[in-house]
């Protein structure tokens, strides 16, 4: 599976914006897709993730009520899309696809990165 993310920008807080990641690859549809974050300094962390079939939807509690993921498996995208931006939503942006149909928290689980996008959020 390969994936190519998309959608990164320089926003104002309380702005939103719309990631966008594009996989190949056969067995895109039966893995679980995550995003998760890295902000300079700091270690990467889970955003949200989705069930292989969409059904179920996690999210860090930071981001809880903000952002939204969802996927298409007819066009092999998963997005993630971002309201009320804060200034600490600055990071570089990858998803991920994971080992399994299950989703999880943990960047372990996940065999494939996309290369990530980066979002600004300027307060």
């Known amino acids: 599976v390969q994936l190519q993310a998309s959608g990164g920008g320089l926003v104002q807080a309380g702005d939103s914006l719309s990631l966008s990641c594009a996989a190949s690859g056969r067995t895109f549809s039966s893995r679980a897709m995550g995003w998760f974050r890295q902000a300079p300094g700091k270690e990467r962390e889970f955003v949200a993730a989705i069930t292989w079939s969409g059904s179920s939807t996690y999210y860090a509690d930071s981001v809880k009520g903000r952002f939204t993921i969802s996927r298409d498996n007819a066009k092999n995208t998963v997005s993630l899309q971002m309201n009320s931006l804060r200034a600490e939503d600055t990071a570089v942006y990858y998803c991920?696809?994971?080992?399994?149909?299950?989703?999880?928290?943990?960047?372990?689980?996940?065999?494939?990165w996309g290369q990530g996008t980066q979002v600004t959020v300027s307060s």
């Open positions: 991920a696809a994971g080992r399994s149909s299950s989703p999880s928290d943990n960047a372990r689980t996940y065999d494939y």
